[in-house]
């Protein structure tokens, strides 16, 4: 196929530009662990450090007004991009923590530590928590613990034979489930989930949807109000900001009946020796000193997406997915974990090499200059569907170019006669 026209100049990212192990040019192929940040990025984080950095939300000084300006306005900066409102925004470390927080305060619900309509959560013996067998091991231990805290039952929607997820298993959703939670798209197969399909059967039986977006929010257009959904989690590091900022959307009017989790400073109304009333959401959920300089990169990481566009975004790196899979589909002895066509997936390519372990693929790549990511990827279970301990990931970004394919697929198939695995 003709080359695709780069999207961004890779001169705006910095970090491509350090030679590799023997010199050559970095080939990122691992966005889908961490994507690398645009120098707008960095230089509004160091910007903020040296100009502005003071508490948020704890002073007069001109300091601690434009820090708290600054954290507020990434907050309704952020919230926009994914179609929410920015009262159902809420900072956190990134989207293990959401999740760990959404599943923590449904456990105080549950335990009478709510109040107004914090019974809406509560959960009891017999009630079903779905998953399914696609999760990242963050939306998915958080709910096998919440299960083992209040004795309800952890059932999951199966995947197809191409690793989909299968409308066929939507039965599982009945009239005891009470959350349903579920990955936007598979960090293993890149597969989109059906969300419409996913959220009425949720709704039918007055479950709650909670939707991993990570790996949705930076390649595809999100809106949240739009996909019905009543919770979300995405990290800013997948999404060319800073590690260690996230956030958890929630509905507004379910925030406002949600317990916190974590306690301390910056989440409360008044304080007295016996008693504590705390403050309205988000503010309720954001105990503790905030990581205000990645708040600041990660809204800039949302200002340099939205110049791009992000239908733009994603028809781009579609046709580097159709390239991706072609490419793959010619070599030998390649195992592709999921749908091997383009259409409802995104640029995430797990695959197995035939007679060469995943980590031996890896470091021959590594040698080469080319950064991919091998393992279970945190997602076990779905390893186990496709009948294999680990694999080799590739995944794309906005900065990846046809060349970089090219270069990847080259050194791809010269492995299996490198480790003498032919024949």
């Given at each position: 196929m003709s080359a695709v026209r780069p999207l961004v100049a890779r001169e705006d990212f910095p970090i491509l530009a350090r030679p590799m192990r023997a010199g050559q040019a970095l080939v990122y192929l691992d966005s889908g662990a961490t994507a690398q940040r645009p120098r707008a990025v960095l230089d509004a984080m160091v910007d903020f450090d040296t100009r502005s950095n003071g508490a948020v939300k704890r002073g007069s000084h001109l300091l601690a007004e434009e820090s708290t300006v600054a954290y507020e306005e990434a907050r309704a900066k952020v919230a926009a991009f994914i179609g929410a409102a920015p009262q159902e925004i809420v900072w956190t470390s990134g989207s293990t923590q959401s999740l760990n927080l959404l599943a923590y305060a449904i456990s105080n619900a549950t335990a009478g530590r709510g109040w107004g309509n914090a019974d809406r959560f509560l959960l009891r013996a017999g009630d079903d928590i779905v998953v399914t067998r696609a999760e990242h091991h963050a939306n998915l231990l958080p709910w096998q613990e919440l299960c083992e805290r209040t004795g309800a039952r952890l059932t999951w929607?199966?995947?197809?034979?191409?690793?989909?997820?299968?409308?066929?298993?939507?039965?599982?959703?009945?009239?005891?489930?009470?959350?349903?939670?579920?990955?936007?798209v598979s960090n293993v197969t890149g597969a989109v989930s059906p969300v419409a399909q996913i959220v009425a059967a949720a709704r039918a039986v007055g479950a709650f949807t909670v939707l991993?977006?990570?790996?949705?929010?930076?390649?595809?257009?999100?809106?949240?109000?739009?996909?019905?959904?009543?919770?979300?989690?995405?990290?800013?590091?997948?999404?060319?900001?800073?590690t260690g900022v996230g956030a958890l959307y929630g509905r507004e009017e379910l925030l406002a009946d949600l317990p916190p989790y974590q306690f301390g400073g910056s989440m409360i109304e008044r304080v007295t020796m016996e008693k504590t009333r705390y403050a309205r959401p988000p503010a309720r959920f954001e105990a503790g000193s905030q990581p205000v300089t990645q708040i600041v990169g990660l809204a800039r990481a949302v200002d340099y997406l939205s110049a791009i566009g992000m239908e733009k975004v994603a028809r781009y790196e579609d046709a580097l997915t159709v390239q991706l899979l072609e490419g793959l589909g010619q070599i030998p002895g390649i195992r592709v974990l999921g749908p091997r066509g383009g259409g409802g997936r995104t640029g995430i390519a797990?695959?197995?090499?035939?007679?060469?372990?995943?980590h031996d693929v890896g470091q021959f790549l590594d040698a080469r200059g080319?950064?991919?990511?091998?393992?279970?990827?945190?997602?076990?279970?779905?390893?186990?569907?496709?009948?294999?301990?680990?694999?080799?990931?590739?995944?794309?970004?906005?900065?990846?170019?046809?060349?970089?394919?090219?270069?990847?697929?080259?050194?791809?198939?010269?492995?299996?006669?490198?480790?003498?695995?032919?024949?």
């Amino acid at each position: 196929m003709s080359a695709v026209r780069p999207l961004v100049a890779r001169e705006d990212f910095p970090i491509l530009a350090r030679p590799m192990r023997a010199g050559q040019a970095l080939v990122y192929l691992d966005s889908g662990a961490t994507a690398q940040r645009p120098r707008a990025v960095l230089d509004a984080m160091v910007d903020f450090d040296t100009r502005s950095n003071g508490a948020v939300k704890r002073g007069s000084h001109l300091l601690a007004e434009e820090s708290t300006v600054a954290y507020e306005e990434a907050r309704a900066k952020v919230a926009a991009f994914i179609g929410a409102a920015p009262q159902e925004i809420v900072w956190t470390s990134g989207s293990t923590q959401s999740l760990n927080l959404l599943a923590y305060a449904i456990s105080n619900a549950t335990a009478g530590r709510g109040w107004g309509n914090a019974d809406r959560f509560l959960l009891r013996a017999g009630d079903d928590i779905v998953v399914t067998r696609a999760e990242h091991h963050a939306n998915l231990l958080p709910w096998q613990e919440l299960c083992e805290r209040t004795g309800a039952r952890l059932t999951w929607l199966d995947l197809d034979s191409e690793g989909r997820i299968d409308p066929a298993s939507l039965g599982v959703i009945g009239r005891r489930t009470r959350i349903v939670a579920f990955t936007h798209v598979s960090n293993v197969t890149g597969a989109v989930s059906p969300v419409a399909q996913i959220v009425a059967a949720a709704r039918a039986v007055g479950a709650f949807t909670v939707l991993d977006a990570c790996q949705s929010v930076p390649h595809l257009p999100v809106d949240v109000h739009a996909l019905d959904v009543d919770f979300a989690a995405f990290s800013g590091h997948k999404m060319y900001g800073p590690t260690g900022v996230g956030a958890l959307y929630g509905r507004e009017e379910l925030l406002a009946d949600l317990p916190p989790y974590q306690f301390g400073g910056s989440m409360i109304e008044r304080v007295t020796m016996e008693k504590t009333r705390y403050a309205r959401p988000p503010a309720r959920f954001e105990a503790g000193s905030q990581p205000v300089t990645q708040i600041v990169g990660l809204a800039r990481a949302v200002d340099y997406l939205s110049a791009i566009g992000m239908e733009k975004v994603a028809r781009y790196e579609d046709a580097l997915t159709v390239q991706l899979l072609e490419g793959l589909g010619q070599i030998p002895g390649i195992r592709v974990l999921g749908p091997r066509g383009g259409g409802g997936r995104t640029g995430i390519a797990a695959f197995t090499v035939a007679g060469v372990h995943p980590h031996d693929v890896g470091q021959f790549l590594d040698a080469r200059g080319i950064a991919v990511r091998v393992g279970h990827h945190c997602a076990q279970p779905i390893h186990d569907f496709f009948g294999v301990p680990a694999s080799v990931r590739a995944s794309v970004g906005i900065y990846t170019t046809s060349s970089d394919i090219d270069a990847f697929l080259d050194a791809l198939s010269q492995v299996r006669g490198y480790f003498r695995a032919e024949g």
